[in-house]
């Protein structure tokens, strides 16, 4: 579970925060890219991800969380057979465990012992498992300024992340400030590309100093992604698959556990019967079972995903189709915002064991 929203940030660079960095050769830039789009044709291979994200205000701890997964792939010959182990620590909020297979066309799903089975394919593995959203933001970005270095066989390829690149990874973590002076205390990204021009590692350590007014804010996010055993992972299944089979569980069952599983593990509660809210302060996360709708409520309205239809909208201002990625009378902020209701909920989801497609 994470706080998030889109908006739009505005920090001003003060003094220390960073030396110059040369621009990367072209020959740099273009290794990187090619190892992007070479690692996401992987089939077969063991990933570790694990991001931390700190929020310091005056000295004192307000927001700490570590999320945690732990990836076994094998797609060779078209076996889509995966494994996926997920921890996820919040301070003030707990802790939650979930293992998840994939075989045959099903999700294995074990969380706070209970085990059930849902039916879902490897695509949908794919993009709700497959590769977290923030690795998906920091490969998007363009990275410009940084430097080349040799490792034995490797090449490792360091940055100095720029402003808009601070200001979306903050973004990503739900952290919103207005114009606001800072200065980096860290900043360093770092891939690691192998010599067959794999992606084996990503680094990331950012510490950013926030003064707002009187109150001095430190912003830590780290994250740390290994890719190893490459064409040599074997995913192994528990003897006792059938077991979880025979708890196979209908499209109700599946939205009973998964609001058991927010009021449980995430203290979402219950406003009226079948409506769960998460308050953040600045924003609320609502689950409507009754209507089949996520809303994203916040200052800048309620954005509105229904998943049963597949639609997002903004009130009666305006309507957006996910199957036809159809806007209808929504601006792009509209939009973004549509989007990333439909983006919290899959994570929601994701984090209590539940698959969105199994709520259909």
Not at 71 to 95: L, P
Not at 145 to 170: A, R, V
Not at 284 to 300: A, D, H, P, Q, V
Request: glycine letters at 6%; charged letters at 25%.
């Amino acid at each position: 579970m994470k706080k998030i929203i889109a908006c739009c940030l505005a920090l001003l660079m003060i003094t220390g925060c960073s030396k110059n960095v040369e621009k990367i050769s072209d020959s740099s830039a273009q290794l990187l890219n090619d190892a992007i789009i070479k690692s996401k044709e992987l089939k077969n291979y063991t990933k570790n991800e694990t991001l931390e994200v700190k929020l310091e205000v005056d000295g004192t701890t307000n927001y700490d969380t570590t999320s945690v997964i732990e990836s076994y792939i094998n797609n060779n010959d078209n076996q889509n057979e995966a494994k996926s182990k997920m921890y996820v620590s919040v301070t003030g909020v707990g802790e939650s465990a979930i293992q998840l297979w994939i075989k045959d066309g099903k999700f294995y799903i074990e969380s706070d012992g209970s085990r059930f089975v849902q039916e879902g394919t490897f695509e949908e593995y794919e993009s709700q498992l497959g590769e977290s959203d923030f690795t998906k933001l920091i490969e998007g970005f363009d990275f410009l300024y940084g430097t080349e270095e040799k490792s034995g066989k490797n090449t490792i390829l360091k940055f100095k992340l720029n402003e808009t690149q601070i200001m979306n990874i903050l973004a990503s973590q739900g952290e919103i400030f207005e114009e606001v002076e800072y200065k980096e205390n860290t900043n360093l990204m770092a891939f690691t590309i192998d010599e067959n021009k794999y992606i084996v590692e990503i680094h990331l350590d950012l510490n950013i100093e926030i003064i707002e007014q009187d109150t001095i804010i430190n912003s830590i996010v780290k994250l740390d992604y290994n890719i190893s055993d490459i064409n040599k992972t074997v995913v192994e299944f528990p003897e006792n698959l059938a077991e979880f089979a025979s708890a196979k569980q209908t499209n109700d069952d599946n939205q009973n556990e998964l609001m058991k599983a927010l009021m449980e593990l995430y203290n979402y509660e219950e406003v009226e019967p079948g409506i769960i809210q998460y308050d953040w302060g600045s924003e609320i996360y609502e689950f409507n079972f009754n209507k089949k709708e996520f809303n994203l409520i916040s200052e800048f309205g309620t954005y509105t995903y229904n998943w049963s239809d597949k639609t997002g909208y903004l009130g009666g201002v305006c309507t957006y189709n996910f199957d036809k990625s159809e806007n209808i009378g929504c601006s792009d902020e509209e939009t973004a915002n549509i989007q990333l209701a439909k983006e919290i909920f899959d994570s929601e989801c994701q984090a209590s064991g539940v698959s969105p497609s199994s709520l259909n």
